[in-house]
Structures are given as C-alpha cells and as structure tokens.
T-cell receptor
Framework: QKEVEQNSGPLSVPEGAIASLNCTYS??????FFWYRQYSGKSPELIMF????GDKEDGRFTAQLNKASQYVSLLIRDSQPSDSATYLCAVTADRGSTLGRLYFGRGTQLTVWP | DGGITQSPKYLFRKEGQNVTLSCEQN?????MYWYRQDPGQGLRLIYY???????QKGDIAEGYSVSREKKESFPLTVTSAQKNPTAFYLCASSMTSGGMNEQFFGPGTRLTVL
C-alpha cells in the first residue's frame, strides 16, 4: 500500500503570511505529484502539479519537490482568507505504470485569519 | 461547457436498497475514477476504468459495482452488500491513464443511509 502522509493541522496563519504545507510519500518510484484544494462540502480542485525536482511557481503558489527525500510541499504566499480550505496531496504510482491512479493523503486544514 | 457532472447531488438510501450514482464527462477523457470520502479522511479509490468496457477494482471495491459502456459515462452502484455506505462520493476523469495526467473531479454525490 502506497503511503502519503500529511500533517492534519489545523494550520493557522495570519492574512499576508506564507503558508507551508508538507507531504511525504513512501513509494520511491512515484513520478507525478499533485496538490488539490477542497473547500468544505465541495469537491477537490487541482491547483498545482509537479513532475521534476525543484520548484514550480504559479501565481501565489509554489510547489517544491525533492524526490531523494520523498518530500513535496506547497507554499502559499500572501495568504488570503479565501485560501482557507483543506489541501490534499496526491501521488501517482510507479514509473512505467499505466494505471494512472492517485494515492491521496488525508489533507491539511488551513485557516487564514484576517 | 466542458466538465464532469454527477447526479444526484444528495441521495438517501434505505437499508437493503441498491442505488446508482451517475457520472458523465464531456472532456473526451479516457480514464474515469470513483472515490469515496469520509469525514476527516482522504480519498479512497473504489473503481477505475481506463477504457470503455474495462474497469479495475480499487482499494475498497466490496459492495460496489460499475459499468463503462460509453466513454462519457461511468455509473456507480452502491449495493446492499455495502454495510456503511454513508459518505461523499466523487467521480474524476483524466486524459489518459498514464501516470502524468491530472485528474479532475465532479461536484460529488452525498449519500446518506436512512
């Protein structure tokens, strides 16, 4: 069973601060990594994906991947109250797999207070 | 508008009943997935399909059944054999079943057993 671990939180940051969300995974062969945002009562929304080691930036969001440490993170700069949600980390299966299935962490609940 | 639709939004089931949840996509995606989400839990894969007329069990397939007769449609039946079906059910799709393709989610169906 593939393991994807996230701190459940809640993580609470003031408006304008940087929120840092972390995720570790057990399968060293995992190739693709995704961050989903899920508002209460709603379905997950894809906000970032990263395939290569290093950083990937998209607006206020930065995904960081370190395959050697089996670690992926999401940074949210200039956090806004509208960023308050649960953030799910998801990881694909091994290299060469055609299954395309994702393994999800339990999510980290983020609260941004004004 | 392209997207994934699920119906109904809310569903109530009596003990011993089978119910079917609908999932339709017009994104021309090959792969479709069904997940279950319980409060405070991550997403657990029930079934997935990479191509029409083919599907595979996920991690928690017992008590569920699916069909994939059309590319656009992937209905899920929750049978009376599923002892604890109350949950939030999410359908997703992706372009191919390859490991790098992002999954997009429908709005979900919330099932409650009376």
């Amino acid at each position: 069973q593939k393991e994807v671990e996230q701190n459940s939180g809640p993580l609470s940051v003031p408006e304008g601060a940087i929120a840092s969300l972390n995720c570790t995974y057990s399968d060293r062969g995992s190739q693709s990594f995704f961050w989903y945002r899920q508002y209460s009562g709603k379905s997950p929304e894809l906000i970032m994906f990263i395939y290569s080691n290093g950083d990937k930036e998209d607006g206020r969001f930065t995904a960081q991947l370190n395959k050697a440490s089996q670690y992926v993170s999401l940074l949210i700069r200039d956090s806004q109250p509208s960023d308050s949600a649960t953030y799910l980390c998801a990881v694909t299966a091994d290299r060469g797999s055609t299954l395309g299935r994702l393994y999800f962490g339990r999510g980290t609940q983020l609260t941004v207070w004004p | 508008d392209g997207g994934i639709t699920q119906s109904p939004k809310y569903l109530f089931r009596k003990e011993g009943q089978n119910v079917t949840l609908s999932c339709e996509q017009n994104l021309n995606h090959d792969a479709m997935y069904w997940y279950r989400q319980d409060p405070g839990q991550g997403l657990r894969l029930i079934y997935y399909s990479q191509i029409v007329n083919d599907f595979q069990k996920g991690d928690i397939a017992e008590g569920y059944s699916v069909s994939r007769e059309k590319k656009e449609s992937f209905p899920l039946t929750v049978t009376s054999a599923q002892k604890n079906p109350t949950a939030f059910y999410l359908c997703a799709s992706s372009m191919t079943s390859g490991g790098m393709n992002e999954q997009f989610f429908g709005p979900g169906t919330r099932l409650t057993v009376l």
